[in-house]
């Protein structure tokens, strides 16, 4: 083989602005609501306002009546051409309910779509909507997880004959023997509060059938254009072979996107069936009762301690709030929570039992963490819990639990192997920035005039990089193509589907660089499964790690093949090329060099090509990862709390992340500040609220509190980087790090400016209500 | 039954019939064809849909287009005067204020509304300024000093 020295350009490592930004700030790029097909017909969906009702009646007539109304449709019109909304999380023994496109004889939660009208025009639709009658009869409802397992409770689906969907464990190590060593036990119940993703742009979708050939075309605004392409034939009856999906420019995703949904079928179906492409864009309030939520977790969580503050063992019990059906992956996300709920630290022995159960809402399911911010958060709690009983400093119980560096790879006890870490560098680092004395001299004098201040720390690791096929439930590698054009330029197609994280740049970074050409003559496609044939899309922390890594490969296999080529034109043999700057030329040799215009172009011509080389240079590849990636780092909050108001100011945020090697630093950056952004929200302000009845409390944005610039603060971050060995990039992944790092370091500043107050815990949100009640709890007498 | 309105948009004077009970998002977007302005809660609450109404940043969708006749209104279409960004959009770009992009029109329109009222604004007005526009993606940070870089361009133009 050739001498393989391709000289960096010094693309990868640079803060680069996007490449793809230039259309979105002038107002030109292509969402799936920018689109207007000929003869476009719009869907508006008809929704229950009970969270469990008998549907005795859906009468669509005055609706048929009005102008523009091409059809009004319900689940006795739809459900039995439609296959059902499908769940891909294999867990034994599952109960789960037919989850139907539209709701047949009952509806199971506050926005269950129990009727659809298309017209020829959004605002006849919606008009036609309102008028379509139907018949609630109200049924008992369970709203509450707890109250959904104890017997004689009303049953989300009474077909099922039980709230529990599943139950599941996880362990290592002796529990029992950790137990019954410990000398003592610290116990905690922590309720992780349901959360709605909210991302920008709500759902929606164009489907568009081609009678002709018999092929459908579905825009869609989802994370897993890809995932679809595999799951809709089952629910639509187009074959996979037939079915184009196309995920257009996409506004925001955070897992609320990845998803196969009801309305997605449905336009398809409707498409169809009506001859016209169907169009239908998710109103806020749909997108907060009917798009997945996220978290849900109630749990009773022990630790056994020797006094000395080793950690013996870890027992959780959890309940998970499904909601009334499962959506993709619904049931796996406790499961993920299981996996890392140890942490970063070197806990012998972990039980949990997870017992997954249905009730009268929307259903949960991955939001971004999925199942680690619940882990990292209920750790990272109970870190200071064993260090504030036991009267230890939090900072040395963590990092007299850490594995050392050369412990990597390291086993944990519920049988994860984390591929590299330095957690103690994170930490040091962190402290170092934070200044950390001075910060802590800060927060003692405030106490000392009667403040309440507080920081607090979260040393973190997360599971990323989604994942080894073996794991997976639908295969984890990634498809890549890199195409090296007759002109010269390049063209990069991934089966990664990134919505704002910036992979037509960073992608670009990496192809620039290995390729040795300037990064304007490449175009990094992706999100239309007619293009990228195949993909796994974009979820996990996974775009870079795993479909980064396919595209290395992908030039791997340009370069050795460009290079038999530049052999045979420079009348040598393979092993004395040299690619070097983005040319081939003798090993050391001053003379003739080929660029990738003068071997493209002799490789489409095809008119001089050595004997049995196949024509064109293009490459495609699966990248499957050997192992998950395991990012960490450590953030430090501190935060003054209002006696008066109980308002939490956030008055320093540190954060040092380890993702591993970074392609671009900026787009770095740019992901750990709106992860940490996520966090402030769960921290301080986010909960999805349902009432005794069902009722969704948080419908709109005027109810459901994110958080604003004025509530961001200033931060100081900063990274080490350890790089990964399981991808050749050497990264990790850093889309959910800030969200999972971040929420319980906001929660222990809280907790420990209450401290003085005897507060132990509060569950999140912090806001200034709670906080307050616990200020004046403490206050009173009694 | 259509209301006959004049408006001018991004420098272009429109003459068009509407329903009294289209919003002006709506109207910008169906009617105009110009779907930059985006739509996030028709509640007026996300700020995506932010446009200039007589160089006033406007939730335009809680504004009938009727309300808006007779008015001059910048879309984020009509930002870039040939072709050459505005120091917002150029800010944002340089700063990496945006992953979606979805919020961004809105955003930027609310922040050019903000320099025009405070050229030279701290961290804090910048965050103050933009608290009717809700961003999911970025956290907000580069988008502060997206609008702060902009604030130290020397465009007469802002």
Known sequence: MSTITAETTGYVGRAMKRVEDPRLIKGIATYVDDLRLPGMLHAVFVRSPHAHARIARIDGAAARAMAGVVGVFSGADVNAHCGTVPCAAAIPDLKAPAHTVLAGDRAYFVGHPVAVVVASTAYAAADAADAVDVDYEPLPVVADPEKAIEAGSPLTHPALGTNVAYTWNIGGGDIDAAFAQADRVIRQRIVHQRLTPMPIEPRGCVASFHPGDGTLTLWTSTQIPHLLRTLLPGMIGVAENKLRIVAPEVGGGFGAKLNVYAEEALCCHLAMRLGAPVKWIERRRENAAATIHGRDQIGDYEVAVKHDGTILGLRIRTIADLGSYLQLLTPAVPTLTGLVVTGCYKIPAVRMDVVGVYTHKMCTDAYRGAGRPEATYLIERLMDLVAGELGLDPIELRRRHFPRPDEFPFKTSPGLVYDSGNYDGALGKAMELARWDELVGRRDARRREGGLSGIGVSTYVEICAMGPSKAMPAGGWEWGCVRIEISGKVTVITGATP??????????????????????????????????????????????????????????RIVEKAARLAAHLLETTPDRVEFRGGTFGLTGGTGKRLGWGDLAGEAYIAKNLPAGFEPGLDASAFFEPQNFTFPFGTHICAVDVDRDTGAVQIVKYVAVDDCGNQINPLL???????????????????????????????????????????DIPDYVLGSTCTPTTVNP??????????TIGATPAIANAVIDALRPLGVRHLDLPLVPEKVWRAINRSRSTD | MGVPIQIRVNDTLRKHEVEPRLLLVHYLREVCGLTGTHVGCETSICGACTVLVDGKAVKSCTMFAVQADGCAVTTIEGLAVDGSLHPVQQGFWERHGLQCGFCTPGMIMSAVQLLDDRPQPSREEIAHGLRGNLCRCTGYSHIIEAVAHAANQPRARR
């Open chain 1, 499 to 556: 919505h704002g994280q910036g992979q037509e740049t960073s992608f670009a970074q990496i192809v620039a660089d290995r390729l040795g050409v300037p990064i304007e003559d490449i175009v990094v496609l992706r999100g239309d499964t007619a293009v990228a044939h195949y993909g796994r899309d974009t979820y996990g922390s996974r775009g870079t790690a795993v479909g980064g890594s396919a595209i290395v490969m992908c030039i791997d």
């Open chain 1, 668 to 710: 770095v950056e740019g992901q750990v500040q709106g992860g940490i952004a996520h966090s402030i929200g769960q921290a301080l302000f986010e909960r999805t609220v349902y009432d005794e009845n069902g009722q969704l409390l948080t419908g709109e944005f005027m109810d459901y509190a994110l958080p604003r610039a004025e």
């Open chain 1, 729 to 738: 990039l050497g990264a990790k992944g850093v889309g959910e790090a800030g």
